[in-house]
């Protein structure tokens, strides 16, 4: 929490230095669950200017909202499936990429014979770094490939600050590790400066969405008069936060008016 605030007074300071950025803004844009309607937001430039992304006023979250619930109103926005991700990510003439993320999720990693460290990972769908525009500072980022096949492909990229943690050094591209006793290879290293996309989250690795059942076992287990369903195909499983990078041309009020209709 206090990172978070002290997040949020770095961007007011920002904008209060380049008043310009006022005018960038990010869209909360929200599916209505339940409802026949979608509730649409716009929110400031404070989502994602603290991060220092490539052309960061294109970059918009999608959220779900509940209509007809007070939109301005960030209690009473959550997150989405991932059925419907995939039903906005179809949508490609409104993005260039949607990517979807849960970066909240603690899990145990272990270099070696060492003691297990707990720490917060991500996991995100494979075009995830690709939509930010972020890059690897050694070896590469996740790619589609890396998240094609469920439970198939144990890699990870880690934060710089957690390989030099685990492994003594910056770049411990090519290196394994477990993460909650499972095997890992690392590919890639971001820098120090780069933790995601959320205020109130810093996560220290990221795994490929098809990878989720290694970080969070507990997701795939059957609920009490429900039979076992993989959050991957739960659309009633409401865990994953979404940012999208808008296709060329496309205004934020296209894009409300596209995916209110998807939504519907």
């Known amino acids: 929490m206090t990172s978070m605030f002290q997040d949020l007074r770095l961007a007011i300071a920002r904008f209060r230095a380049k008043p310009a950025h006022l005018f960038s803004v990010s869209l909360i844009l929200a599916m209505g669950i339940g409802a026949s309607t979608a509730i649409f937001t716009l929110v400031d430039a404070t989502l994602f200017q603290p991060f220092d992304l490539p052309e960061g006023d294109r970059l918009v979250r999608v959220d779900s909202v509940s209509a007809p619930a007070d939109r301005l109103d960030p209690r009473n926005h959550s997150n989405s499936s991932y059925p419907a991700y995939a039903d906005y990510r179809a949508e490609t003439t409104l993005f260039s990429g949607l990517a979807a993320y849960a970066d909240s999720i603690a899990v145990h990693v272990r270099e070696g014979d060492g003691q297990p460290l707990r720490v917060t990972a991500a996991v995100v769908t494979g075009n995830y770094f690709d939509v930010l525009g972020a890059r690897a500072a050694y070896g590469r980022t996740l790619s589609p490939s890396d998240d094609k096949e469920r439970g198939g492909h144990p890699v990870v990229v880690l934060s710089e600050s957690l390989s030099r943690t685990l492994f003594g050094g910056p770049d411990a591209s090519g ?42 076992p507990e997701w795939s287990v059957s609920r009490p008069g429900r039979p076992h369903v993989d959050p991957l195909d739960d659309r009633h499983f409401s865990w994953l936060d979404m940012v999208g990078r808008l296709a060329p041309g496309v205004s934020l009020e296209q894009a409300q008016s596209r995916l209110d209709d998807v939504a519907r």
């Open 175 to 216: 290196r394994p590790l477990r993460i909650n006793g499972r095997k890992f290879d690392v590919v890639g290293v971001m820098s120090s400066s780069f933790n995601g996309v959320s205020l109130d989250s810093r996560p220290l690795l990221w795994l490929p969405m098809a990878m989720h059942s290694a970080a969070a």
